[in-house]
T-cell receptor, first 113, second 110 residues
Framework: DGGITQSPKYLFRKEGQNVTLSCEQN?????MYWYRQDPGQGLRLIYY???????QKGDIAEGYSVSREKKESFPLTVTSAQKNPTAFYLC????????????FGQGTRLTVV | DQQVKQNSPSLSVQEGRISILNCDYT??????FLWYKKYPAEGPTFLIS?????DKNEDGRFTVFLNKSAKHLSLHIVPSQPGDSAVYFC?????????FGAGTRLTVKP
């Protein structure tokens, strides 16, 4: 089945540690996105990538890093520089050269303990 | 600066009536707009979209209207059903990124 997969669903991190969230898609989509959702809030754009080996900062990129070495994969690293990393993280992919629907993964809930 | 705004955090309607969810955007470069439905702890699911070359798109009970001059779009759900209760996000995109509003929580009462 085609789709987009995020893992893990729940993740706990100690303060000061980096952690990487996985996002994989087999939809052959060029564009991939990372969003963060806080309780009662909307989706805020962290990073996006339109093509392999290229990515752009969104509105809240500070404290995060990404890579796009393969079309299928767009991992997000939450670094120790992110002051308030506890949130729900959503990854999306999109085809149609920017004019199609985006498909979302099921999300990763990150909790800093 | 929030480029996509949903100014109503919540909306409550009676089953069978019309639900109207509103969305405003500021970036005139946006030319493709989408509506998503979301439940807690899940990823959003796509509902309907509209290109800037149109002013209306309809899919079953869902209709999206776009007013480019006002930079405003709306989602109409008619008739509303209790199963429609969820948070609805609008999104706007150009050829690059995709920005979302803060969402509107719709409650449809039986």
């Amino acid at each position: 089945d085609g789709g987009i997969t995020q893992s893990p669903k729940y993740l706990f991190r100690k303060e000061g540690q980096n952690v990487t969230l996985s996002c994989e898609q087999n939809l052959n989509h060029d564009a991939m996105y990372w969003y963060r959702q806080d309780p009662g809030q909307g989706l805020r754009l962290i990073y996006y990538s339109q093509i392999v080996n290229d990515f752009q900062k969104g509105d809240i990129a500070e404290g995060y890093s990404v890579s796009r070495e393969k079309k299928e994969s767009f991992p997000l690293t939450v670094t120790s520089a992110q002051k308030n990393p506890t949130a729900f993280y959503l990854c999306a992919s999109r085809g149609g050269q920017g004019y199609g629907e985006a498909f979302f993964g099921q999300g990763t809930r990150l909790t800093v303990v | 600066d929030q480029q996509v705004k949903q100014n109503s955090p919540s909306l409550s309607v009676q089953e069978g009536r019309i639900s109207i969810l509103n969305c405003d955007y500021t970036n005139s470069m946006f030319d493709y707009f989408l509506w998503y439905k979301k439940y807690p702890a899940e990823g959003p699911t796509f509902l309907i979209s509209i290109s800037s070359i149109k002013d209306k798109n309809e899919d079953g009970r869902f209709t999206v209207f776009l007013n480019k001059s006002a930079k405003h779009l709306s989602l109409h759900i008619v008739p509303s059903q209790p199963g429609d209760s969820a948070v609805y996000f609008c999104a706007a995109s150009d050829n690059n990124d995709m920005r979302f509003g803060a969402g509107t929580r719709l409650t449809v009462k039986p």
